[in-house]
Nanobody, 117 residues
Framework: QVHLVESGGGLVQAGGSLRLSCAAS????????MGWYRQAPEKQRELVAVISSDGSTNYADSVKGRFAISRDNAKNTVYLQMNSLKPEDTAVYYCYLVSYDSYTEYWGQGTKVTVSS
């Protein structure tokens, strides 16, 4: 079993920055993807960014050039640096991990990000 704990959400003005962190613990297989989804009120959950254990990344078009995902494999932690935040970035951000030994998905409890205009 894998447990994910997010931190770093909060309230920020438009144009500001936040850094989210997600620490994974438990029985973590070395080959995995970690990333972030978000869900705004009355909208579907959407992929924000993902990073594989070899460091390759993928971003939603809406955040390219503003957000940066990174990971520290020694700490089993993934980060999301969010710059130039917009009100439309307001959402609950969920960390996830896909383990490629069993193709199991694990999710964090979510951290709320609110961007005021």
């Amino acid at each position: 079993q894998v447990h994910l704990v997010e931190s770093g959400g909060g309230l920020v003005q438009a144009g500001g920055s936040l850094r989210l962190s997600c620490a994974a613990s438990g029985n973590i297989f070395s080959i995995n993807d970690m990333g972030w989804y978000r869900q705004a009120p009355e909208k579907q959950r959407e992929l924000v960014a993902v990073i594989s254990s070899d460091g390759s990344t993928n971003y939603a078009d809406s955040v390219k050039g503003r957000f940066a995902i990174s990971r520290d494999n020694a700490k089993n932690t993934v980060y999301l640096q969010m710059n130039s935040l917009k009100p439309e970035d307001t959402a609950v951000y969920y960390c996830y991990l896909v383990s490629y030994d069993s193709y199991t998905e694990y999710w964090g409890q979510g951290t709320k990000v609110t961007v005021s205009s």
